[in-house]
Every structure is written in structure tokens, then in C-alpha cells.
């Protein structure tokens, strides 16, 4: 039966590995579950991350940090990303190792924070929402246990909301002082097929996108598939190169100028 689904995957357009150029010398930066994929040999001191979605795991985050020592923002107004950066901060501030996923029931793969406070100081958070355009929106709470991450995409049934601050990314590149990104991370429950719109709209100069489509584990319906497989369609048409794909749809997509030097500069 899986291989029936698998090749239906495939028939639609839609199965996972469908598509991908792999690219060598991939480092795993993050924890078990919010890791990523990214090119190694690529991010360096002067490069610009923007990380949009904190929640309570900014391990990718603090490894881009800690790996390339780069200039790292990231971008969340709940209470949970604002709370988390906080409590790591007081701990790296105590020499304290901050350790997540060690309960229930994530508690078979623990992460432990390796950032110094001095790092911790060096990095930005900024507590605006990234949308497409300047306002105020709902966040929804989700109706599962031991998951926090609120939205203004999905879990809307839930009636349980706050309002906080968005922007569009071009403002907040403006606001910054950026006119280029090197890397991009979406983990932003839904709200990704908005935020890469908006990056193509304004052809912004994005090298790197890592992206999890939410909507794999909290589906509306079911045509999330096609809406995934839309917007992949989008950035490829844009000129980027997705190089890896998980089963979950963790994916990582490289612009193709930089595909290019980064294969022709592995051989």
C-alpha cells in the first residue's frame, strides 16, 4: 500500500524527494526537530540571516550563530519566541546550559544550547510578525498538547488568540539596513505561502530559504498538497534550486546563481 501511495505521490507531482538537486557539503544545523540542511562553506561573519518563527526551539538559529559566526535576526511577537529568547539569555548570562525537548514527547532527542552570552547579546530579536503587509493580526493557539506555536494561518477553530505586530519583509530589510539576506527561514505555521509571495513580488535579494510547510502536520484540508506543491512551483519558476527535502517538507532551496558557484566550487 506505502508503495501505491508513493508512486501516486510521484503521478501528482508531490511526493517529498521529487525535484531536488542535491548539492554536496550540506551541514544539519538545529535540533532533531527544527533542524535544517543548509550549504556548509557558504555563511560567514558578514552574513545576514533573517530566522521568522521562534516559538520555543531557535536551535537552527543559534547554530548559525555558533557554526559562522553570523549576524542573526530573528523575528517573532508571541509570548512563547519572546519568553524562550529571554530564558536563554538569562541562562547563557549564568553560564547555564539551556537544554529543550527533554519531556514528553520529544524527550528521546534533548537539545542543549552551546551559544555564550556574549553571542547570545550579539544576536537580534525582533518582536514583529512577518506578513505581507504593516498591521496587527490574530494569532491562534493550537488545540494540541505539548505544542505552542500560535498562528495566523491555522487553528483559527481554536477562538483562543492575541493580537500582535506584522510587517512585510521588504519593510523590515528597509527598517534594518539590509539590501540583500543571505538566508531566510520560514517556520511560521501556514503563513509561509503568504511571506514567499511576497519575497518573489518584491524580487528581493534572498540567496538561501528554508522552509517548513506547516500544513504536513495541521492540514486545513485536503488540498494542502497542491497548495505546497503551488508555491514550490513559484520559487522554482523564481530561479531557486530546492537542493533537500524531508518527508515532513523541511525543505531548503538555493538561488541559482549560488547553486551554481557552490557546485561548481565543491567539485
Same mark, same amino acid.
Given at each position: ?151 495566523? %494561518?491555522?487553528?483559527?477553530? /481554536?477562538?483562543?488568540? +492575541?493580537?500582535?505586530?506584522?510587517? =512585510?519583509?521588504?519593510?523590515?530589510? $528597509? ?64 530561479? %531557486?534550486?530546492?537542493?533537500? /527535502?524531508?518527508?515532513? +517538507?523541511?525543505?531548503?532551496?538555493? =538561488?541559482?546563481?549560488?547553486?551554481? $558557484? ?6
Amino acid at each position: 500500500m506505502e508503495k501505491v501511495i508513493q508512486l501516486a505521490k510521484q503521478i501528482i507531482g508531490v511526493h517529498p524527494q521529487q525535484g531536488v538537486k542535491p548539492l554536496a557539503h550540506l551541514a544539519y544545523l538545529g535540533s532533531a526537530y527544527n533542524g535544517y540542511h543548509i550549504p556548509d562553506f557558504f555563511l560567514n561573519k558578514d552574513s545576514i540571516c533573517y530566522c521568522i518563527g521562534a516559538g520555543e526551539d531557535i536551535s537552527l538559529d543559534a547554530e548559525l550563530k555558533t557554526m559562522y559566526d553570523a549576524q542573526v535576526f530573528i523575528f517573532d511577537p508571541t509570548p512563547e519566541g519572546i519568553n524562550h529568547f529571554a530564558q536563554l539569555k538569562e541562562y547563557t548570562e549564568k553560564g547555564q546550559p539551556l537544554t529543550i525537548h527533554n519531556s514528553p514527547p520529544h524527550d528521546d532527542a534533548p537539545y542543549t544550547y552551546q551559544l555564550t552570552a556574549k553571542q547570545v547579546q550579539e544576536m537580534t530579536f525582533v518582536e514583529v510578525g512577518v506578513w505581507d503587509q504593516k498591521t496587527t493580526l490574530k494569532f491562534f493557539a493550537p488545540q494540541k498538547d505539548n505544542y505552542v506555536s500560535r498562528s495566523v %494561518y491555522l487553528f483559527k477553530e /481554536s477562538g483562543d488568540y +492575541l493580537e500582535a505586530p506584522v510587517d =512585510r519583509l521588504s519593510n523590515l530589510m $528597509k527598517t534594518l539596513g539590509h539590501s540583500s539576506v543571505d538566508l531566510v527561514k520560514l517556520e511560521i505555521e501556514g503563513a509561509e505561502y503568504t511571506v514567499i509571495d511576497t519575497i518573489l513580488e518584491d524580487k528581493l535579494d534572498v540567496k538561501v530559504i528554508l522552509v517548513e510547510f506547516d500544513e504536513v502536520h495541521n492540514s486545513t484540508d485536503k488540498l494542502f498538497h497542491f497548495r505546497i506543491k503551488k508555491s514550490c512551483e513559484k520559487l522554482k519558476k523564481a530561479g %531557486y534550486v530546492l537542493v533537500h /527535502s524531508t518527508e515532513s +517538507l523541511k525543505r531548503a532551496f538555493v =538561488r541559482e546563481d549560488v547553486y551554481k $558557484k557552490l557546485k561548481a566550487a565543491y567539485k
